[in-house]
């Protein structure tokens, strides 16, 4: 079958850097992709990854290892607007995307 | 940037009765758009694909039946949950791949309770 993996819950300080792993096995990888989803609203897109190494969007960064089938997210300098849960997201053979169950990030002051 | 917008935002309704969200991609042309639905604090659960023109292709568990599903034009799509239930209260998300080039774009969401 296939399946995204990634930690329920990472907690960080304000300020600090956190990294949220996502392991995938799936039919195909067309590329693996960020979101973040604050309680109640839909998830918005942050990265994609379709070759291996790290793409860098300001505090955000997401790395890609496809011989590993590894991705991560880092955030740095971590702000409290960023306490959301974060999906990764596998698009497979059929152009569909495959969803992580999401990591709930708490950060305390 | 290319924008989807999903309609209502939150809906109430009665057990029984029907409801219809709709999916509209603004500013671009989407030949298929995906249906999702959101238990809390759960991912997001794919239900359907659909494709303008044809039927959808719906997720296995996923009872075609009652989650009606529409993509008569390239800029919309619905979905209408047929009489409902409270256990159908959930939060609905469509999204869109644009004709031109693979990227997805997400709607708001809806908040659908049934009472």
């Known amino acids: 079958g296939q399946s995204l993996e990634q930690p329920s819950e990472v907690t960080a300080v304000e300020g600090a850097i956190v990294q949220i792993n996502c392991t995938y096995q799936t039919s195909g990888f067309y590329g693996l992709s960020w979101y973040q989803q604050h309680d109640g609203g839909a998830p918005t897109f942050l990265s994609y990854?379709?070759l291996d190494g790290l793409e860098e969007t300001g505090r955000f960064s997401s790395f890609l290892s496809r011989s590993d089938s590894y991705g991560y997210l880092l955030l740095q300098e971590l702000q409290m607007k960023d306490s959301a849960s974060y999906f990764c997201a596998v698009r497979d053979s059929n152009y569909q995307l495959i969803w992580g169950a999401g990591t709930k990030l708490i950060i305390k002051p | 940037g290319a924008v989807v917008s999903q309609h209502p935002s939150r809906v109430i309704c009665k057990s029984g009765t029907s409801v219809k969200i709709e999916c509209r991609s603004l500013d671009f042309q989407a030949t298929t758009m995906f249906w999702y639905r959101q238990f809390p604090k759960k991912s997001l659960m794919l239900m359907a694909t659909s494709n303008e023109g044809s039927k959808a292709t719906y997720e296995q568990g996923v009872e075609k039946d009652k989650f009606l599903i529409n993509h008569a034009s390239l800029t919309l799509s619905t979905l209408t949950v047929t009489s409902a239930h409270p256990e159908d209260s959930s939060f609905y998300i469509c999204s869109a791949r644009a004709s031109e080039g693979n990227t997805i774009y997400f709607g708001e969401g809806s908040w659908l309770t049934v009472v």
């Open positions: 990854n379709a």
